[in-house]
């Protein structure tokens, strides 16, 4: 797990960033540019809530105490069968991402290249689809077919865990 202060260090650039996209959205006239500055904000902000809650694992590990976030990735999931790793990261099956749609109350998750992202509050992901794909489900080949060499993409998503076999 990372220490605290590398954790303290993403969030406090986070910060900056988000800084950055709010004198944006006032520079800017353009309403095509301020809904994709407004998206990249709400996806900074659901990065931070991940860090807070990398951050409240970390404290507890060094027996500090922390309050945990409501509703982060880990309190929305149906059922303890994806409890925390020993890297504070959940663990879904195939079968466990499946259920993770975007439907009926559940958020919506995608995995690439063996990482579950959350892509519930993602624009390019509206009631849970892009582009004729749907949440729940590995799409590592579809992505490397369409954003190659697009890493960035990925870095504006919250990772909530990993995908094993």
Same mark, same amino acid.
């Given at each position: 797990?990372?220490?605290?202060?590398?954790?303290?260090?993403?969030?406090?650039?986070?910060?900056?960033?988000?800084?950055?996209?709010?004198?944006?959205?006032?520079?800017?006239?353009?309403?095509?540019?301020?809904?994709?500055?407004? /998206? @990249?904000?709400?996806?900074?902000?659901?990065?931070?809530?991940?860090?807070?809650?990398?951050?409240?694992?970390?404290?507890?590990?060094?027996?500090?105490?922390?309050?945990?976030? @409501? /509703?982060?990735?880990?309190?929305?999931?149906?059922?303890?069968?994806?409890?925390?790793?020993?890297?504070?990261?959940?663990?879904?099956?195939?079968?466990?991402?499946?259920?993770?749609?975007?439907?009926? #109350?559940?958020?919506?998750?995608?995995?690439?290249?063996?990482?579950?992202?959350?892509?519930?509050? /993602?624009?390019?992901?509206?009631?849970?689809?892009?582009?004729?794909?749907?949440? #729940?489900?590995?799409?590592?080949?579809?992505?490397?077919?369409?954003?190659?060499? @697009? @890493?960035?993409?990925?870095?504006?998503?919250?990772?909530? #865990?990993?995908?094993?076999?």
């Amino acid at each position: 797990m990372a220490d605290m202060v590398t954790i303290q260090r993403q969030m406090d650039l986070t910060f900056a960033e988000i800084n950055y996209l709010i004198r944006l959205m006032y520079a800017t006239e353009d309403e095509h540019t301020k809904n994709l500055t407004l /998206n @990249q904000m709400w996806n900074k902000i659901a990065h931070l809530q991940f860090l807070n809650q990398l951050l409240v694992a970390a404290s507890f590990q060094q027996g500090q105490a922390a309050i945990p976030l @409501q /509703n982060s990735p880990q309190t929305m999931l149906p059922d303890s069968t994806n409890a925390p790793t020993a890297n504070n990261q959940m663990e879904f099956t195939r079968e466990q991402l499946a259920q993770f749609t975007g439907m009926n #109350g559940q958020p919506a998750y995608v995995a690439v290249n063996g990482v579950v992202y959350d892509v519930t509050n /993602n624009a390019a992901w509206s009631v849970a689809t892009h582009f004729g794909l749907s949440a #729940g489900r590995d799409l590592t080949q579809e992505f490397a077919s369409c954003h190659t060499g @697009q @890493q960035w993409i990925l870095d504006t998503l919250v990772p909530v #865990g990993r995908l094993i076999a």
